[in-house]
Nanobody, 134 residues
């Protein structure tokens, strides 16, 4: 059974940084795409970044491009989201998600495939709260 568990959330001042982690267990291989989403109160869930199953290519939403970095440590079955230059509007619950199909479209040239659409991901963590104070 696939299980994802996020950690690393907390309270940070505007302009600060946080590093989120997502430990993935239950897969019998490392060939899966993984993504980060967030959901603020009263808002829809928003895709932030994803990392392809094959070569680790990445894709970012415009909201976080240049500020957030997704990375993967296959040896530790862990995916990280380094978040810099945080803003109050980044306050949300942050989720990691994985697909079962091994998607390879997390790259800019495949943006028309909507790599950050939540329907593309099959397994979800419970989330970790990030609060950015002004």
């Amino acid at each position: 059974q696939v299980h994802l568990e996020e950690s690393g959330g907390g309270l940070v001042q505007s302009g600060g940084s946080l590093r989120l982690s997502c430990v993935v267990s239950g897969f019998t291989h490392n060939y899966y795409a993984i993504a980060w989403f967030r959901q603020a109160p009263g808002e829809e869930r928003e895709g932030l970044s994803c990392l392809s199953a094959d070569d680790g290519s990445t894709y970012y939403s415009d909201a976080v491009k240049g500020r957030f970095t997704i990375s993967r440590d296959n040896a530790a079955n862990t995916v990280h989201l380094q978040m810099n230059s945080l803003r109050p509007e980044d306050t949300a619950v942050y989720f990691c998600a994985a697909d079962r199909a091994g998607a390879t479209y997390c790259r800019d040239r495949y943006s028309y495939l909507k790599p950050l659409h939540e329907d593309k991901y099959d397994f979800w963590g419970q989330g970790t709260q990030v609060t950015v104070s002004s």
